[in-house]
């Protein structure tokens, strides 16, 4: 079975050798997203005077839903396409604010299934969450 890359230029670039999704067949795979920007910087974060790091996971977490919909929509998808969504998240404190910004997004009745679990640490001190998701969408019914 043949797979389809997508790459995007206006979103941050992978830290390594792999694409932000990969289409099979009727399954698109979204790689582990985050808020950080193109530029490298992180959206939900601020330095306090003393110089500690606040991250914000409502923004945070809206602005990594809002990159999984640019991506899928790279592959003529969008949200309502997700099945699947895993969440990695760097303290279980941050969960209530987490899912007050998800069910902005997704419903029970027609959003995807959800795994949420603690992590250590995740690629960058300023990132409070990650998500990576899987995608149904029939060949059939893609423009591209």
Do not use: W
């Amino acid at each position: 079975m043949s797979s389809t890359p997508y790459i995007l230029n206006d979103r941050a670039q992978a830290l390594a050798h792999y694409p932000h999704a990969r289409r099979v067949g009727d399954l698109i795979f979204v790689s582990g997203v985050s808020c950080r920007r193109p530029d490298n910087t992180h959206v939900g974060v601020t330095r306090a005077a003393d110089g500690t790091i606040l991250r914000d996971i409502a923004t945070q977490t809206e602005a990594v839903i809002q990159n999984i919909a640019r991506i899928l929509e790279e592959a003529g998808a969008g949200l309502e396409h997700l099945v699947d969504i895993t969440t990695f998240l760097i303290d279980m404190n941050d969960f209530e604010g987490y899912n007050q910004a998800y069910n902005r997004f997704f419903d029970a009745d027609t959003g995807p299934t959800r795994t949420t679990v603690a992590v250590h640490q995740l690629p960058h001190p300023n990132l409070a969450i990650e998500m990576k998701a899987v995608a149904y969408l029939p060949l059939s019914q893609t423009a591209r």
